[in-house]
C-alpha cells in the first residue's frame, strides 16, 4: 500500500516547519543506535538510511571514521531530500545519494545493501510489515537492520491511552501517520517480514506531569539496567536469514 497523497503532502509540509539547520544527530535514538551500530556495519559496506529525514544522521555516517564505502540517504518527502541535500553541502559531505524513496516500494534491487538503518520511521508507514519485506529484500543475505522506534510500554503509551479516551489522537508533533509501537510488536514485524532478531533494547525513561515539559530523573537513568524494556526510545537489530 503507497503512501496515500494527502499523507505524502503533510509530510513534505511538515518537513519545511520543523527544519532546523543546527539540529545535529544526537537525540537519544541516535545514541541507541551507535551502541550497536559496528565498523564491520560500515567499513566496505554498502548502507542505506532509509526515513533520512533532513539528513542529520547521514551527514555524521559519511563525516565518521569509518565511513561507509556507499551511503544512500532516503526518504518519501522530498523536501526532507533536499533540506539533507543542502544540510550535506554545508558541511562539504559530497560522498552521499541523496534519492526520494517510499519505504514499502524502494527502487533498489534485492541484495544492494550490506546495512540499513531506519530512526523513528516504520511507525509512520501505513503497512509496517510490507516496509520491513522491503527491507529485508533490499539487504544481501547476512546483511544487517538497525531499527529505532519509539517504545509505548511506559508513561507516553499510558498518555496516548488517556488521550484516545478524551477522543484525541496522539501524533507525534502532527504527524499524519503514528501507530502505536510496543518493543514486542516492533520485533513481532520484523520476524513476520523474515528477519532473525538478534537484539533488542531501549532507554529514555521519562516522568509527565501536567503543564510540564517531560523529564528524566536521574534515579531513572540509573535504574536503566533493570527499568529498560519500558524505555521510550528502542531499537531492534536484525539480520537478513
Not at 29 to 43: I, N, P, S
Not at 106 to 113: A, K, V
Not at 154 to 170: T, V
Amino acid at each position: 500500500m503507497p503512501i496515500a497523497p494527502d499523507a505524502r503532502t503533510s509530510y513534505e509540509a511538515w518537513h519545511l516547519r520543523v527544519e532546523s539547520e543546527h539540529a545535529k544527530a544526537d537525540r537519544p535514538w541516535h545514541d541507541l543506535l551507535f551502541r550497536y551500530l559496528r565498523e564491520r556495519d560500515l567499513v566496505g559496506c554498502r548502507v542505506l538510511e532509509i526515513g533520512c529525514g533532513r539528513g542529520e544522521l547521514s551527514c555524521r555516517l559519511a563525516g565518521g571514521n569509518p565511513a561507509p564505502r556507499t551511503l544512500v540517504a532516503a526518504d518519501f518527502a522530498e523536501s526532507a531530500v533536499n533540506l539533507g541535500r543542502d544540510r550535506a553541502a554545508r558541511e562539504d559531505q559530497d560522498g552521499i545519494r541523496w534519492t526520494v524513496a517510499d519505504m514499502q516500494h524502494i527502487p533498489f534491487r534485492d541484495g544492494t545493501f550490506d546495512t540499513v538503518i531506519s530512526c523513528e520511521t516504520i511507525e509512520h508507514v501505513p503497512v509496517p510489515v510490507e516496509a520491513l519485506r522491503e527491507l529485508h529484500r533490499v539487504l544481501r543475505p547476512g546483511g544487517n537492520l538497525l531499527m529505532t522506534t519509539p517504545n509505548y510500554f511506559g508513561p507516553f503509551g499510558l498518555y496516548r491511552g488517556y488521550l484516545r479516551l478524551r477522543g484525541r489522537r496522539y501524533t507525534e508533533g502532527d504527524q499524519p501517520i503514528c501507530h502505536f509501537t510496543l518493543l514486542p510488536r516492533t520485533v513481532l514485524w520484523a520476524r513476520r517480514a523474515g528477519f532473525r532478531v538478534r537484539a533488542v533494547d531501549a532507554i529514555g525513561h521519562y516522568v509527565l506531569l501536567p503543564g510540564r515539559l517531560p523529564s528524566e530523573p536521574g534515579l531513572l537513568r540509573r535504574l536503566e539496567r533493570w527499568l529498560w524494556p519500558i524505555g521510550l526510545h528502542s531499537i531492534v537489530v536484525a539480520t537478513r536469514r
